[in-house]
């Protein structure tokens, strides 16, 4: 029924990611179903994606699954996956912080949630794949989100209206910690980690550890045959550390390899998800990258440098410009870290909303 009939879909532009946005309730109930629709819709397994609305790349290749909460403290649930490109893959083992961006705004759309007439409209969102909530603050005009606005983020040209996400009880949300093995720094390979989870598990590593600057373009890394190999090698062992099990098929943890920064940031990036190095950071990878870097002794606060004000605001750079993530951690008695919050702004974008026809399956 799904091919002749098609299904309601919105594309967004949400943070520096595009995908398919769906209300649960239009989606098949059985899972090896609803996947094996999504990978036709989105055209997936082919490189190109030629007969899908999947635009090659992992960070348009992506779903948001949203309907009306059960949880006590939400209004809607948001389950995000995340679509293979020439594999035939489709995995919830992990958030997305970007996606989220557009989940307020889209539960508006489809009045899953009721909204002012002026002003702005908070939607408490229940992240299902980590079980954790966080709240979606953004303008709305005649009770419908309101897209245009002057705030800008890097890697997406323009302006528009923000949305600001504010995250609580993310820490350990995929891998039962913030840091899974209890210790902020510990090696793998020779190379000295941080394997944290504040919203998206990361292994945090110095890039002059793994004989680079951390200045270099994503396409010189990727090619580096080398450093991919020991990358791959350090991540394989940190997802039995991080309590992830065997991740050699998917997308998490994420390997983050840090630096000084070089354009008035707090620190430098290079993050590989998993094999690929992408032009920015995702949300919650740059939350969990921030976090990291208030631990003292950390790779990450090794680069921090001297000048870093203490206030939580921690600015990342990335390939394609900065990432601003406001973390909060204090230490109890014995020095353990606890992530009290962390919040960031986005914006998103409807780009497009009416029926999705996927190929037969």
């Known amino acids: 029924m799904f091919g002749l009939d098609g299904v309601r879909c919105m594309l967004m532009r949400a943070g520096t990611s595009k995908g398919a946005f769906f209300v649960a309730d239009d989606l ?16 997936s397994p082919d490189p190109r994606q030629i007969d899908g609305v999947g635009g090659a790349h992992p960070l348009t290749t992506k779903v948001a699954v949203v309907g009306v909460s059960e949880h006590p ?34 539960a508006v759309e489809r009045e899953l ?4 007439d002026l002003g702005l409209a908070s939607v408490r969102i229940h992240m299902a794949n980590t079980d954790s909530i966080a709240v979606a603050t953004f303008p709305v005009r005649k009770g419908q989100a309101v897209y245009a606005g002057d705030t800008t983020i890097s890697g997406v040209p323009g302006h528009a209206a923000a949305v600001r996400i504010d995250f609580a009880d993310t820490a350990g949300g995929s891998c039962g910690a913030l840091l899974p093995t209890g210790d902020a720094v510990e090696e793998i390979d020779g190379v000295a980690v941080t394997l944290i989870d504040n919203g998206m598990p990361v292994v945090v590593m110095a890039a002059a550890d793994l004989g680079v600057t951390g200045y270099e373009s994503c396409v010189d890394l ?6 991919v190999a020991a990358l791959e090698s ?3 062992q940190a997802g039995r550390r991080m309590n992830l099990g ?18 008035g940031g707090s620190l430098n990036t290079r993050t ?23 631990l003292p002794g950390s790779p990450a606060s090794e680069v921090l440098g001297d000048d870093h004000d203490g206030s939580g605001i921690i600015v990342v ?11 909060e951690v204090r230490f109890d008695a014995d020095g353990t870290p606890i992530a009290e919050r962390s919040g960031i702004v986005r914006t998103a974008r409807k780009l497009m909303d009416g029926d999705v026809y996927p190929r037969e399956y």
């Open 28 to 43: 098949p109930d059985v899972e090896s179903e609803r996947d094996e629709f999504l990978l036709a819709v989105m055209g």
């Open 73 to 106: 403290d939400a209004d809607v649930s948001y389950l995000f996956l995340q679509l293979g490109v020439d594999e035939a893959l489709v995995t919830d083992r992990q958030n997305c912080g970007n996606m989220l961006a557009g989940v307020g705004p889209f």
């Open 113 to 116: 949630v009721d909204a002012p």
């Open 222 to 227: 990727e090619a580096d045959e080398h450093l």
């Open 234 to 236: 350090i991540r394989l």
């Open 246 to 263: 065997d991740v050699a098929h998917t997308t998490v943890p994420k390997l983050t390899m840090v630096s000084p920064a070089v354009a």
């Open 272 to 294: 590989f998800i998993p094999h690929r190095c992408h032009d920015a950071i995702g949300v919650l990878g740059a939350v969990s990258v921030a976090t990291a870097a208030l």
């Open 317 to 327: 750079e990335h390939p394609t410009g900065t990432f601003d993530a406001s973390v």
